[in-house]
């Protein structure tokens, strides 16, 4: 059974830092692309970053340019969000997805299979 936990959410000031993680089980990050979207209140999901199975990124949103990356560990089964210079405006709550193989080349959630159940992020002062 495929399964995806995401963690390291919590509350940050702006300008912070913070790490999210989705660890993952059931699959193989060789055979399956990753990606993160988040959600704020009264928001549609937003994708931010994909991480395909080669190891190929796809980014969604110009928003997280030069302050979000993403990174896995294939050993641990574990992707990870990695977000600098946090501003208000990303508090959401933030999911990660897979999908086999590639990153679709636009955030389409309806072409991920498995979500996690997500991690709150909330930055504030």
């Known amino acids: 059974q495929v399964q995806l936990v995401e963690s390291g959410g919590g509350l940050v000031h702006p300008g912070g830092s913070l790490t999210l993680s989705c660890v993952v089980s059931?699959?193989?990050?060789?055979?399956?692309?990753i990606a993160w979207f988040r959600q704020a209140p009264g928001e549609e999901r937003e994708g931010i970053l994909c991480l395909g199975n080669s190891g190929g990124i796809t980014s969604y949103t110009a928003s997280v340019k030069g302050r979000f990356t993403i990174s896995r560990d294939i050993a641990k089964n574990t992707v990870y969000l990695h977000m600098n210079s946090l501003k208000p405006e990303d508090t959401a709550v933030y999911y990660c997805?897979?999908?086999?193989?590639?990153?679709?080349?636009?955030?389409?959630?309806?072409?991920?299979?498995?979500w996690g159940q997500g991690t709150q992020v909330t930055v504030s002062s």
């Open positions: 997805a897979r999908r086999t193989y590639l990153c679709p080349s636009f955030a389409q959630y309806k072409a991920f299979n498995s």
């Open positions: 059931g699959i193989s990050l060789n055979y399956n692309a």
